[in-house]
């Protein structure tokens, strides 16, 4: 597929042309910056798109960086690539697209330019006023004041163009400090607390003379963090084995059991009875020396039993390892920005496993990265040349990965993984390594990439059960519930207060020592719905600049449960909604494709409740703006706003996507009848209200199904590679489908519509009819005016091209069966979902 790019109209009102652009997955050789400063920098003339002057350089990242030197005065420039006009870009990453204009204040400035090849889209930062760290330690890096908006030292850049700025120095002596965020070099416009313009200041400590503090403001939310010593100051005050340099403290909960014991460095140790703040039946003991990297092995009643809280573990032991997760600093040196979101609604998830990922040659990963943690972020993968891997997740468009569990279980790969031992290790088989540091830092290194590409992380996690009962049981039984409600035997009791601590305490583990962006809740209808609110209101609340998203199932592995009412549930949602606690939408997923493992298509093959299909895509909102919980715990209104309902049509459970049609006799490949039901399932939960959540592979038609054995697709998790690997190759042979979800995907992040925040915007800006099988929806962005609707989603499940009736205005339509266009017209294709929006 080729695009064609205009030359744009230059300054002097230079003709346009245009040309065969170069393959749009062809990577460029070159990219430059013509424009009115060509002069000033050396080259020949203006609008120069061969000059050396103006080209950029390739980054690590996969982006193209120039950091140039103007003159005062206004310019104007674009991108272009392979050092001539045939493709070139310009603003807002428009083929041939107008001029971009920026201004350079007197006396000068070095502009920073940032070109995204998947995006087109090129960003400088002269638009942006001067950012200035200050506080009461200016003078500590050699500024000639505190509190100083105007000092160039502390001036914090934002070098990857991602909205987010940052500063770091050494320079800082250890104690405690305050600080703020200046714009422009004055105080007019400055940020504190919670990022309040002219709040209050934000405190930080410094650990140690010499300890790396970074500074970072994010230009969307006006946040600005601290981080010093690369991460954590200390271990968090919980339990298991707390590090020191001069003494380490091992604590268990014990409740049953006073004969409690420590085995570490060839020394045996009694633990006493303890008193700690939230927490009640601890035992302690304070062993001194430095026992970082020390095997230690907790017994109770002379039964070795593993250490719930582990950081790190002898794999396949119920030993632990004395280590000290937030002092180890990642690769980087310390936390990259995390990429910002400043509406949950913004999110588009991709679901993906470590292993099955990238375990196939095809995936062009490094041998000893494949299945790997570090194997998911390796840059500049390909097959075929066609970029595979994290560089293959840039270009679709998705905000976030939905890393399937990683952290410790006891089943060897491949295997999903969904059975755990310590809920606090990263898991031994994703990793390259065996020293304890080294697998804590490149799960660290991982989520670092990750941030630095632009793609949050949410872990899996897997708290409603363990591998077996004997992971916990040996400490006391009190761990498990009485009734089996996980399906697997040994479902945890988080009712049991403690139970409910270890789980809150993991959490903040993962969110304060390894930087991810949210959690993802496995059954998360074993547990008790105040309780997943205090975890989530805890984890908000603590760390409220990084508007973490947490959601889960609302079902418990299928059994009779005598306290449903207090689990999380569909009814149950409302009551989470002030602590954006969501729900895997499983209602709307069935209206769309019908049952999980069955040969019957619903809405998506032409049957089932077109209604259902109306409500889902109005972001399945409650009857009332409230947060009370519903008496009908399974009822489809559930999110009391539309960030609480995750769209899917696909995971990891059942027949994926592109199986279900095709076990329902669909036929025809990605230009046929199956692809066609393809596109438009997953176009209906990109225009719909909601956060929509995407099966890894299914953008190229993934299959699970090896000679025709449909039983073991429908279950898959301990298949073998043959079944479960993702197989790069189909990403060409379906490589319309790859097209089609891309820009579905960037016309959601695009339409601000489709990407509603509230019940009352759903409720007044939002309108659904029914027209025999075919949903249209209306939809206004705009609070103001409501009804004057911007946005028409029409969604034709059938055989027949439908005549949508839109309403008064001029418009165009700009997705279709085949992804975007730009077209007039009223037809809707068959088996699509069409997108209409107002000129």
């Known amino acids: 597929m080729t695009l064609t790019a205009a030359l744009a109209l230059l300054v002097g009102g230079a003709a346009t042309r245009s040309e065969p652009a170069r393959a749009a997955d062809a990577a460029p050789s070159a990219v430059s910056l013509p424009g009115t400063f060509d002069t000033a920098l050396g080259c020949s003339g203006t609008w120069q798109p061969a000059c050396p002057q103006a080209e950029m350089t390739l980054a690590s990242d996969g982006r193209w960086k120039a950091t140039l030197d103007l003159p005062a005065g ?33 006396g000068g400035e070095q502009v920073a330019f940032v070109y995204d090849p998947d995006t087109h889209v090129v960003t400088d930062d002269s638009a942006m006023p001067v950012v200035t760290a200050t ?200 936390w990259d920005p995390r990429p910002a979101l400043v509406d949950r609604t913004n999110a588009v998830v991709y679901e993906l496993s470590v292993h099955n990922y990238t ?130 035997g040994d479902s945890i009791d988080d009712g049991n207060p403690m139970v409910s601590r270890m789980i809150q305490d993991s959490l903040e583990h993962w969110v304060r020592d390894y930087d991810v962006d949210g959690f993802r809740f496995d059954l998360a209808g074993v547990h008790y719905y105040e309780d997943v609110y205090s ?17 889960g199932e609302p079902w418990n592995g299928g059994a009779s449960d005598p306290n449903e009412p207090q689990k999380v549930r569909y009814g149950t949602m409302p009551a989470l909604s002030p602590v954006h606690f969501g729900a895997f939408n499983g209602v709307y997923r069935d209206a769309i494709r019908g049952g999980t493992n069955d040969d019957v298509m619903a809405f998506m093959g032409g049957n089932g409740n077109p209604s259902a299909i109306a409500f889902g895509m109005t972001g399945s909102p409650t009857d009332a703006d409230s947060t009370a919980t519903v008496s009908n715990l399974w009822t489809p209104a559930f999110a009391v706003n539309p960030e609480q309902t995750m769209n899917y049509v696909s995971i990891h459970d059942n027949l994926n996507l592109y199986d279900k049609i095709t076990y329902s006799g669909a036929t025809g490949g990605a230009t046929g009848t199956a692809g066609a039901i393809d596109r438009l399932a997953v176009g209906t939960i990109l225009t719909s209200q909601g956060v929509p959540v995407i099966a890894e592979g299914d953008e190229f038609l993934r299959s699970k199904v090896v000679n025709g054995d449909y039983t073991t697709a429908m279950n898959s998790y ?60 209306e939809i206004s962005s705009n609070p103001a005016a409501p009804t004057t609707y911007d946005t028409v989603v029409v969604v034709n499940p059938t055989g027949a091209a439908y005549n949508a009736a839109l309403p008064a205005g001029s418009w165009t339509k700009v997705l279709d069966a085949d992804g975007a266009t730009s077209a007039s017209g009223t037809s809707c294709d068959p088996r699509a979902v069409t997108v209409f929006t107002r000129n």
């Open 535 to 551: 975890w989530a209101d805890y984890l908000q609340t603590t760390y409220a600049d990084r508007d973490l998203m947490m959601y």
């Open 718 to 777: 301990d298949a073998p590679d043959a079944v479960n690997a993702i197989h790069w190759g189909d990403m060409i042979t379906n490589a319309g489908i790859v097209s089609y979800y891309r820009d579905a995907i960037a016309l959601r992040k695009a339409t601000a519509s489709l990407r509603l925040t509230t019940w009352s915007a759903v409720k007044n800006q939002m309108t659904t009819q029914v027209d025999g099988s075919v949903v249209t929806a």
């Open 135 to 334: 506080g009461d330690w200016q003078t500590a890096v050699g500024c000639g004041a505190t509190w100083s908006a105007t000092c160039a030292t502390t001036t914090m850049t934002d070098p990857n163009g991602t909205g987010v700025y940052t500063w770091s120095t050494t320079a800082i002596p250890a104690g405690s400090w305050n600080t703020k965020v200046t714009l422009g070099q004055s105080w007019a416009t400055n940020y504190g607390a919670g990022g309040a313009a002219g709040g209050a200041n934000i405190g930080f400590v410094v650990p140690a003379a010499g300890d790396t503090t970074t500074f970072s403001y994010n230009a969307s939310t006006h946040l600005l963090t601290v981080v010093s010593n690369a991460g954590a100051a200390a271990p968090l005050d919980t339990l298991g084995a707390l590090y020191g340099p001069t003494a380490t403290t091992f604590r268990l909960w014990s409740p049953d059991s006073s004969n409690v014991t420590v085995s570490v460095g060839g020394n045996s140790y009694t633990l006493s009875p303890t008193t700690l703040p939230g927490y009640s039946s601890v035992y302690q003991a304070v062993v001194t020396g430095n026992l970082l990297d020390q095997d230690y092995q907790f017994r109770v009643g002379g039964v070795a039993v593993p250490d719930p809280y582990a950081q790190m573990v002898v794999p396949g032991t119920t030993s632990g390892v004395v280590v000290d997760t937030a002092a180890v600093t990642p690769t980087d040196g310390g």
């Open 74 to 106: 206004s310019w104007s420039y674009k991108v272009a690539v392979d050092n001539a006009w045939t493709e070139n870009y310009g603003a807002g990453g428009a083929p041939g697209g107008a001029n971009i204009d920026l201004t350079v204040p007197t």
């Open 359 to 488: 375990i196939d040659p095809s995936s062009g990963v490094d041998p000893a990265k494949r299945g790997r943690f570090l194997g998911l972020v390796e840059n500049g993968t390909t097959y075929d040349g066609v970029s595979t891997g994290i560089d293959h997740l840039k270009q679709l468009g998705v905000t976030a990965v939905q890393i399937m569990p990683s952290f410790d279980f006891g089943s060897t790969v491949p295997n999903w993984g969904y059975d755990p031992v310590d809920y606090n290790v990263p898991e031994e088989q994703y990793s390259q390594f065996t020293a304890p540091e080294d697998r804590i830092r490149e799960f660290k290194d991982m989520v670092n990439a990750f941030h630095r590409n632009g793609i949050r992380v949410i872990m899996d996690v897997v708290y409603n059960h363990t591998y077996t009962k004997s992971v916990f049981g040996n400490i006391t039984g009190t761990y498990y519930t009485a009734t089996d409600l996980s399906g697997t």
